[in-house]
């Protein structure tokens, strides 16, 4: 016989019950005909021979009905009544099921059957939403891709190769006319000019020779400076400066010339000390009497 | 009575130990006494170890030796050995090569992994010419063709961490006409309509992952190729030493590096086309993408000329390095998209000499 206060009185409190869940505060029942999900008189599907609850199956809620006549059949023991789609009209069903069974259960039935279609729904919008594909890394792949990381970095040389490749684009002329230093064309320039002037600069070199062992004052360049005069009335130079650092580079020239021997730098820079020399522009300032101020009328 | 074997090796070994300078004797000793033990293999060695210092007994390896303390000691003596004679060969080598003078051979090269690179059959020739009929009628022949400008779309995965964020926003400092969008959980392929909508010409996603950036999803918008990257070593701007100051808002220069292959002509291509086509050359900004090994690091760089033959650089910028992962044909569609290209680890990482890109 079906006995369910004993049933309860013995599960509930004094003895142990397999589908218990003891917590600080609350107990919880993980039988998965309970309706609500606590351990209680009234919610205890074992101690309760009149039960029902709303259960889902894939996609479908259904209601599993238990009356004491089948009590002794358990495999016939509950009743499953397959709900609609429809939130009204699974209630009506609920209601017209549950008829005159008691208030608590046809209560707790339909808000577990609310709850239910409530996370169904959610579950479709989730999975039309962006799915979270999580990937798993390989730890032992991970270190290796980080070592051949380093490796490549290292073999790499990157301030070398873009160095590199930067002073390859000024050669090509990528940038223009930016940056002033075409120093290669002037230098081959200057290179050209010194190659037609060395077979000059030989002769000048033996001349030069015999003129750097006499000790010479400032005066005697000048006028030797002058003695070019003819040579640089054709050509022309910028400034008076240059004509300085031409009289000082000829003192430098004759005062290293002894201690260095005769080399190819020392004949171009005296060629090019000739050549400054020669572009010297002298001019002369003729001191123009000021009109007297004195008003004779 | 009871007879231990003590294997004749052990205590040769710790006579070893103990005179270090073992004269022709114990080593006469210790061969006769191992003559009769071991078998004819061991004289064999003993004559080609010849040369081998004397110190160690022929034919027992290191690892015979059962007391780790003593085995250890013996390894390494057996290194310094190794490591002697190779410098004296070395000596012996420069010696010759400064006797030899102007006849010396010609110094050898040594390997290296470049070097010894399994040949791509997918190397570009630059004046293949199916090669610049592909190039000039690709999705990029629009931008190499002055007909678009490159406005980029720099965005995040969901929930964004500190790191992330500042990583786009310095992104997008170092990219013109960039600009950063929050991502509000909105799936790419409705931002991507969007954006085609509104002129953009990339789409660049940073994936984050444990508050770091760890992925790049780079899209070109009007039906481009979408490039999947694995982000690496994200250096911020605060963790460059040494670097100046904030890039400025001209158009930096772009120097790409040794894409070889197709696959990374494409991928230069794709590279190049976030910039703007004419760079200013008053900023004195550069781009760099450097691939080696398949690993492609990215420098941004402020430069200056010191003469014709110097330069000086300092860098500025974030600086990361990224590997492709999947190149698919058409904007971002993992299920369904055309996949071009994509990173099978059992294949392509088999060889060590064998890259991609």
Known sequence: ?297 | MDFTEVPVTSERKSKKKKNKRAGNKRVSEAENGESVGVEKKSEEKIMENGESSAAFPPTFSVSEIKNKQRRHLMFMKLKQEKRKQKLQLRKKKKKERAALGDKAPPKEVPKTIENQRVFDETTVDLEDEEIAFDEGTDEFSAYFNRLTNPQVLITTSDRPRGKTVRFCEQLASVIPNAHVYYRRGLALKKIIPQCVARNFTYLMVINEDRLVPNGLVLCHLPDGPTAHFKVSSVRLRKEIKRRGKDPTEHSPEVILNNFSTRLGHTIARLFAALFPQDPNFVGRQVATFHNQRDFIFFRFHRYIFKNEKKVGIQELGPRFTLKLRSLQKGTFDSKYGEYEWVLKRHEMDACRRKFQL
Not at chain 1, 70 to 82: D, H, I, L, Q
Not at chain 1, 118 to 128: A, D, E, F, N, S
Not at chain 1, 137 to 164: G, P, Y
Not at chain 1, 221 to 237: A, W
Request: proline residues 2%; glycine residues 2%.
């Open chain 1, 1 to 297: 016989m079906q006995h369910d206060d004993v049933i309860w009185d013995i599960i509930g409190n004094k003895q142990f019950c397999s589908f218990k869940v003891k917590t600080k505060s609350q107990n919880f029942c993980r039988n998965e005909f309970n309706i609500t999900g606590l351990c209680n008189r009234s919610s205890c599907p074992l101690s309760n021979s009149q039960y029902a609850t709303i259960r889902e199956e894939k996609g479908q809620c259904f209601l599993y009905m238990k009356v004491i006549e089948r009590a002794a059949f358990p495999a016939r023991m509950w009743e499953k009544v397959k709900l609609s789609k429809n939130y009204e009209k699974a209630l009506e069903q609920i209601d017209q099921n549950l008829i005159y069974w008691p208030r608590f259960i046809r209560h707790k039935c339909k808000q577990r059957f609310t709850k239910i279609t409530q996370y169904l729904i959610r579950m479709r919008k989730l999975v039309l939403k962006r799915q979270r594909k999580l990937v798993p890394l390989s730890r032992k792949v991970e270190s290796r891709e980080k070592r051949k990381e380093e490796k490549a970095l290292i073999a790499a040389q990157l301030d070398n190769a873009i160095e590199k490749e930067l002073l390859e684009r000024l050669k090509q002329g990528t940038y223009g006319d930016i940056y002033n230093f075409p120093v290669h064309a002037f230098d081959k320039a200057l290179e050209q000019q010194d190659h037609e002037s060395e077979s000059e600069s030989e002769e000048e070199e033996a001349e030069e020779e015999v003129e750097q062992r006499e000790f010479v004052a400032e005066d005697e360049v000048e006028e030797s400076d002058l003695s070019d005069f003819e040579d640089m009335n054709k050509l022309k130079t910028s400034s008076d400066e240059e004509e300085q650092e031409s009289s000082e580079g000829e003192e430098q020239q004759e005062e290293s010339s002894d201690e260095e021997e005769a080399g190819a730098s020392t004949s171009k820079s005296a060629a090019r000390g000739r050549k400054r020399r020669a572009f010297v522009e002298i001019e002369y300032e003729r001191e123009v009497e000021p009109v007297s101020k004195s008003r004779d009328f």
